[in-house]
């Protein structure tokens, strides 16, 4: 099923996609929720982030060809990084241009929400610790990060954390197509096969750092493509099963 958060007029609602109207949820998705009669077209409503996680964990160099791409080697172990919950954004939300920057990049990746407290989980069990899958992508400052060889500046401007538009609770994340399209040409185009840790190993390692609450993401690494965004453009992200995350860049 697919999940979403949205404003009609002033209000914050919850809702499902069903027959292919939104229907209002009540309740926590996280919890027992009543899915109701009240009705809304997807056209007409404001998307807002499906959750409101209160970390995303990022996984970098986690495509080999991805690290290629960047000259990186490719890590022996998970190599994670946080993005701050002010850097969540939402289907059709503006991506700011920060002007400390010269180069923002578009990363397309899956991501995965976490449905209930998760800590030191071992991997055969963190499938158990999955609400549901998302399309995330996950914008760099790439002249910051070459600069300060680091993650956490680079990634944690303001609205650099869309995700959405919706969270699908009813998917097989195995060999799944993520792509990147900007202004409507194909930039990114991988499959989550090609992962070099998959999600259970994911979820595991980092369920051993820090503990997992419910509606916590995890962006599980981009496939190679990665590249510049300018003033004005329209980025896209695709994850098959799930649908298209669409975001408008905008320099201040």
């Known amino acids: 099923m697919k999940l979403l958060r949205f404003r009609d007029g002033k ?9 292919g109207k939104v229907r ?13 009669e009240e009705e809304h077209s997807l056209d007409d409503i404001e998307f807002l982030p499906p959750v409101l996680p209160s ?9 080999a060809a991805h690290a290629k791409e960047l000259g990186n080697e490719v890590p022996e172990t998970p190599l994670i990084f946080l993005k701050p919950s002010t850097a969540v954004n939402s289907h059709e939300g503006v991506v700011e241009y920060p002007p400390s920057s010269s180069q923002v990049d578009y990363e397309g990746e899956l991501g995965v929400v976490i449905g209930k ?20 992508n996950d914008f760099t400052a790439r002249d910051i990060q070459k600069e300060e060889g680091k993650f956490t500046r680079a990634k ?14 009813d998917m097989d994340w ?14 990114q185009d991988g ?19 820090m503990t997992l609450l419910p509606g916590d993401v995890i962006a599980t690494g981009t496939p190679p493509g990665v590249g510049a965004v300018q003033d004005g453009d329209v980025v896209e992200v695709e994850v098959e099963g799930i649908g298209v995350l669409r975001n408008h860049v905008r320099k201040g």
Not at 156 to 169: N, R, W
Not at 174 to 187: D, F, M, P
């Open 11 to 19: 209000v914050e609602k919850k809702g499902a996609v069903v027959d």
């Open 24 to 36: 209002r949820v009540q309740g926590s998705f996280f919890e027992e929720y009543v899915i109701t």
């Open 55 to 63: 970390k995303v964990v990022c996984v970098a160099r986690n495509y």
């Open 117 to 136: 407290h998760c800590k030191n989980v071992k991997p055969e069990k963190a499938e158990e610790f999955i609400f549901g899958y998302t399309a995330l």
């Open 156 to 169: 944690s401007f303001d609205t650099f954390a869309p995700f959405g538009p919706f969270i699908e609770t």
């Open 174 to 187: 195995r060999s799944k197509r993520v792509q990147t399209r900007v202004n409507g040409e194909t930039k």
């Open 191 to 209: 499959t989550t096969e090609q992962m070099i840790f998959d999600i259970p190993t994911l979820i595991s390692f980092i369920s051993e750092i």
